[in-house]
């Protein structure tokens, strides 16, 4: 990938490129919409990436073309503003303005972007795009910032320029993942560990992805909705409970059961489905410590079914390749990931099961749909990096 995006460059500029930034996607396997909602999610980078290759340039004017989306966009790299004719590259333009606000000087630069990350596919495309540029920034400029720090200012970069209020999940994911092992974050306080998946000995499970055919756009408005929604449950039950509730996940499973019937529908299927998320990640970090892959796989499909019926985030299709999924006797587990409203399902499977798995799931869905869905069969990869050409 890096040679192909390195050969469109030239292509492209006409000279090589001195650098690259790369990021993974990511995957949470457990932790839906428990992010901006201050609690905590297990999450794994994946190998499938984002890359950017570059150089810097004179003047003021940075130059970038996407191989993914087709197009070229240009910018003064000292007054950054949202393009309306290249949304790709608000992401872009949203990490150069999050730079300049943390006196970083990020000199005019020409770079081009390619990917085997599904955008639109809740695989965290964004936030991979937004940390291979930091990266490749890195290369022109010193950064001085720890990954926590670059984390939260690529989070900031989608929440205030973009103006999609995600939370802190997908760029620290992108920004931490190890191979091989799981990244248990909490989202409050960015403490975190890294847990192996699956143990000593043999391989672990793979990480197989399952596209519902049904693209998604965080910024369409159901992501903001329903984090509104949040806020506003959580508001309501700090009233019933007469203490702060800041964010939902402040609150004990058992608090909130004693309160639920108090609030009105459908903040309090929001709330159960988050709160009680949060408890399906405790209950699951414990799973994972402990190799028990088995009921780690259950506390997934709890997680499907709340987002189905509490959070109102999954689709007929999502719930079709989950319920398909499911029925495999190598599946261990299988939900939706990322936001929701589209994309992909995320299945773990045995490892020498795969080939099967991803066989019936194929056949079953083409016989329900007429479709043919496309499988990424992925594993636990490591963090964001750059390099000099």
Not at 12 to 27: L, M, N
Not at 153 to 168: K, M, P, S, T, Y
Not at 231 to 238: F, G, I, V, Y
């Amino acid at each position: 990938m890096i040679e192909r995006c390195a050969h469109a460059f030239t292509h492209t500029f006409g000279d090589r490129p001195t650098a690259c930034g790369i990021s993974p996607g990511r995957v949470e396997l457990l932790g839906n919409h428990t992010d901006y909602n201050g609690g905590r999610v297990l999450t794994a980078a994946i190998d499938r990436h984002v890359v950017i290759t570059g150089r810097p340039r004179s003047g003021e004017t940075a130059r970038v073309r996407s191989v993914v989306m087709g197009g070229t966009t240009a910018f003064d790299v000292h007054r950054p503003a949202r393009d309306p004719d290249a949304p790709w590259a608000d992401y872009v333009q949203g990490v150069v303005a999050g730079l300049q606000l943390a006196d970083v000087e990020v000199p005019a630069f020409e770079a081009v972007i390619t990917s085997d990350l599904p955008a639109g596919s809740g695989l965290g495309s964004s936030a991979a795009l937004e940390a291979a540029v930091v990266q490749l920034i890195a290369c022109f400029s010193p950064l001085n910032l720890g990954s926590a720090e670059l984390a939260l200012l690529l989070q900031r970069a989608e929440n205030d320029f973009v103006g999609v209020h995600c939370g802190i999940l997908d760029q620290f994911s992108c920004l931490h993942g190890r191979a091989g092992e799981v990244i248990s974050l909490d989202c409050a306080t960015l403490a975190h560990e890294l847990l192996s998946l699956g143990g000593p000995g043999p391989p672990g499970p793979a990480i197989v992805l399952c596209d519902s055919q049904t693209p998604r756009s965080l910024t369409s408005g159901y992501y903001n909705r329903r984090r509104q929604e949040c806020e506003r449950a959580a508001a309501m039950l700090a009233g019933l409970l007469d203490r702060p509730v800041e964010r939902l996940c402040d609150m004990s499973l058992d608090e909130f059961e004693a309160v639920a019937s108090e609030l009105p529908d459908p903040l309090g299927r929001r709330a159960r489905h988050v709160i009680g998320e949060n408890d399906r990640v405790g209950l699951g970090r414990e799973a994972l410590r402990a190799g028990r892959l088995g009921e780690f796989g259950r506390l997934m499909a709890d997680s499907h079914r709340s987002s189905r019926v509490n959070f109102e985030n999954s689709t007929e299709r999502l719930d079709l390749l989950q319920e398909i999924a499911s029925r495999h006797p190598g599946c261990l587990g299988s939900r939706l990931c990322g936001g929701g409203w589209g994309g992909h399902t995320v299945s773990l499977v045995a490892p020498e099961a795969v080939d099967g798995f991803t066989a019936a799931v194929r056949a079953d869905f083409r016989a329900a749909t007429g479709e043919t869905p496309a499988i990424h069969v992925c594993h636990a990869a490591d963090r964001a990096r750059h390099l000099l050409l």
